[in-house]
T-cell receptor
Framework: KNEVEQSPQNLTAQEGEFITINCSYSVGISALHWLQQHPGGGIVSLFMLSSGKKKHGRLIATINIQEKHSSLHITASHPRDSAVYICACRVSGSRLTFGEGTQLTVNP | GAGVSQTPSNKVTEKGKYVELRCDPISGHTALYWYRQSLGQGPEFLIYFQGTGAADDSGLPNDRFFAVRPEGSVSTLKIQRTERGDSAVYLC???????????FGPGTRLLVL
């Protein structure tokens, strides 16, 4: 069992739909990152959070430390949101442990 | 300002050869990380530098892998006697300091034939 697990693995949505991607982790962490990876490999950091909730534009990230769970929400999804979304946890020191990613496809 | 850059963007080599992958972090970032990503999987940690020193190299899979950062800026990941299983995208990231947001480079796609 991976220390960081994401669900779903694949997600297809219609433009405009509200999207939720989940991340569960089994160890104590100091912070959790949500990353976006576009085809071709480029990774962009979306959020780093250790408690509560953060919002940036149409993206919202929440974390529940007691339940060891985080969610990434996308409101009013758009085809340009299509990418792989990766949850990564800072378990010890500065190293990150990554989930396997969620492939999101938003159809027009 | 320039982001993290990696060279080469693609590298094809033969089994048994030696390769070097280079990472130029964002200027002023003291922390530098190497990750490896196999097809269809999330990245996995290889090594983390704070300044010139390797603060955590526990992710290096074996002694064929080695990384340096002699002046606390550019880093080179070195792989000796490459194997087909080394084929992956090698990602570099840097952050202003430890435990801060990491900024990723575009990666080097390594193919070992």
């Amino acid at each position: 069992k991976n220390e960081v697990e994401q669900s779903p693995q694949n997600l297809t949505a219609q433009e405009g739909e509200f999207i939720t991607i989940n991340c569960s982790y089994s160890v104590g962490i100091s912070a959790l990152h949500w990353l976006q990876q576009h085809p071709g490999g480029g990774i962009v950091s979306l959020f780093m959070l250790s408690s509560g909730k953060k919002k940036h534009g149409r993206l919202i990230a929440t974390i529940n430390i007691q339940e060891k769970h985080s969610s990434l929400h996308i409101t009013a999804s758009h085809p340009r949101d299509s990418a792989v979304y990766i949850c990564a946890c800072r378990v010890s020191g500065s190293r990150l442990t990554f989930g396997e990613g969620t492939q999101l496809t938003v159809n027009p | 300002g320039a982001g993290v850059s990696q060279t080469p963007s693609n590298k094809v080599t033969e089994k048994g050869k030696y390769v070097e992958l280079r990472c130029d972090p964002i200027s002023g970032h003291t922390a530098l990380y190497w990750y490896r990503q196999s097809l269809g999987q999330g990245p996995e940690f290889l090594i983390y530098f704070q300044g010139t020193g390797a603060a955590d190299d526990s992710g290096l899979p074996n002694d064929r892998f080695f990384a340096v950062r002699p002046e606390g800026s550019v880093s080179t990941l070195k792989i000796q006697r490459t194997e087909r299983g080394d084929s992956a995208v090698y990602l570099c990231a840097s952050s202003p300091g430890p435990q801060e947001t990491q900024y990723f480079g575009p990666g080097t796609r390594l193919l070992v034939l």
